[in-house]
């Protein structure tokens, strides 16, 4: 992102709350459709935080990622401007808004950009969605081909495969309840994701897991 670019996406959110999307948030189709969140994502490394597959749905019947501190813990995510309105809150209902210290919010941008992006978040506040349990995928509560689809495609329009390489790497739990329900998306959120986008994260999945 060129510092112009910058300076207009920090214009365009200065007078609303920052969220960390780290799942599927992370997808501008996802969110755009089903939350009603039109600003571009920011991608960050946000450190102090581990993602895991831990976050069950009893109402999906469906595991997805979740966050829990961590002193070790690293995630990328994107810096996302949007209310904290009912509509997000039934939307992250499995979680909890906790704030973010800015000072554990990092990014890959040149000097000048990433001094202008720590003066604006101190204006701010940065919220990120804690998992409320933890509880990784099994049988009945799979972690489906749909969701990660979504969270993956979010990163490669983000930062491209490096982000999404980066989302697999530090994910942890990944196990054999990987269920592949793209021809019938099971994920309620699902983000319409392009062949070619599909091609590369299959390629990435079996690179690293």
Not at 8 to 15: D, H, K, L
Not at 102 to 118: C, R
Request: hydrophobic share 35%.
């Amino acid at each position: 992102m060129q510092f112009s670019e910058l300076t207009s996406w920090m214009r365009a959110t200065e007078n609303k709350p920052l969220v960390l999307g780290y799942g599927s948030l992370m997808s501008s189709d996802s969110r755009r459709r089903f939350s009603n969140i039109e600003h571009q994502g920011l991608l960050v490394q946000v450190a102090g935080y581990a993602r895991a597959w831990i976050t069950r749905s009893l109402e999906e019947q469906q595991t997805y990622v979740g966050a829990l501190p961590d002193v070790q813990g690293c995630l990328n995510a994107q810096l996302i401007a949007t209310d904290i309105d009912p509509a997000l809150a039934d939307r992250e209902k499995d979680y909890q808004f906790e704030q973010v210290p800015v000072t554990q919010i990092s990014t890959h941008l040149p000097t000048q950009s990433a001094h202008a992006l720590q003066n604006f978040l101190g204006e701010k506040r940065v919220y990120i969605c804690r998992s409320l349990a933890s509880y990784p995928a099994e049988a009945n509560y799979p972690i489906h081909r749909s969701y990660v689809d979504t969270c993956m495609a979010g990163c490669l329009e983000a930062g491209g495969e490096e982000a999404a390489k980066t989302f697999v790497e530090q994910t942890g739990h990944w196990n054999q309840h990987l269920i592949d329900d793209r021809h019938e998306p099971q994920y309620p959120r699902a983000a319409k994701v392009s062949p070619a986008h599909r091609d590369i994260i299959d390629t990435i999945l079996g690179a690293l897991l």
